[in-house]
């Protein structure tokens, strides 16, 4: 990861075999690529700050955006997570993402990527809320999501990964156990707090699935990854969804 970094290569360069020898998770780079798609759109010719909530320890957005780093905030509960240096010279600071210590409007664009999962419901409400309230213009979140009307169905093949794994006698990763601890968001309680938001439908779940199952076995994981690249262009635009991108914007 340092040295694609290091080269400039990112989810807004593409994916290809070499990404995929030095990184084989590439839900994680299509996830990111989707929501630097819809950034630019929103930003147009004027990029702005940005700051992303709970970016774990790739150094999120500043690791996606080369050359970007300076104008971006990464934030964080853990300080071991931002001590990850993938990010550059990007802004860090360690704060609840519930209660972040910003003023208002103090970002253009406020980022989420995979973080209501792995909260309740009252704190996603809290969460959210934040968002807004320090986003000037723009907010993404993208997340897993299950829907009643079977357009998104995260939640049932995570069981299906679970079931797997169990099945085969491996240990369930961390992530996937939180996932089902706190049950997955649904569409109409994001819309809630973000009326008005556009969503788009990620990740179309059989093809991930297959991509999930076989990245499991260590000799597979480069193949795994290109292969799901792959189908995943041709099948991006297909339900059932196993995640949903929000863009919200303000009104002023």
């Known amino acids: ?150 357009r998104f169905r995260a939640r049932d093949f995570d069981l299906k990964l679970a079931q797997k794994s169990l099945t085969t006698g491996s240990t369930l990763p961390g992530w996937l156990e939180e996932h089902l601890l706190h049950e997955h968001p649904r569409p109409e309680e994001i819309a809630d707090q973000l009326p008005g938001a556009a969503l788009q439908g990620l990740e179309n779940c059989d093809q991930w699935w297959h991509y999930a199952a076989s990245s499991q076995n260590r000799f597979w994981w480069m193949a795994a990854a290109l292969s799901y690249v792959r189908s995943a262009r041709r099948s991006e635009d297909k339900p059932p969804y196993r995640r949903g991108l929000f863009h919200w914007q303000k009104q002023s």
Not at 83 to 108: E, I, M, T, Y
Request: proline letters at 4%.
């Open 1 to 150: 990861m340092r040295t694609l970094h290091f080269l400039g290569r990112g989810p807004a360069s593409g994916y290809g075999w070499f990404e995929a020898l030095l990184s084989p998770t590439a839900d994680y780079w299509l996830r990111y690529a989707a929501v630097i798609s819809v950034l630019h759109h929103a930003e147009g010719q004027n990029p702005g700050r940005m700051i992303e909530i709970s970016s774990g320890g790739w150094g999120g957005m500043a690791w996606a955006l080369p050359g970007r780093e300076r104008d971006i905030c990464l934030v964080d509960w853990s300080v071991e997570l931002l001590g990850d240096r993938r990010g550059g010279k990007a802004w860090r600071v360690c704060a609840d993402g519930c209660r972040l210590p910003f003023a208002d409007n103090s970002f253009d664009t406020a980022i989420s990527l995979d973080t209501l999962e792995h909260l309740d419901r009252e704190a996603r409400v809290a969460f959210l809320r934040e968002l807004k309230r320090i986003a000037r213009q723009t907010v993404l979140v993208t997340c897993p999501l299950q829907s009643d009307d079977g």
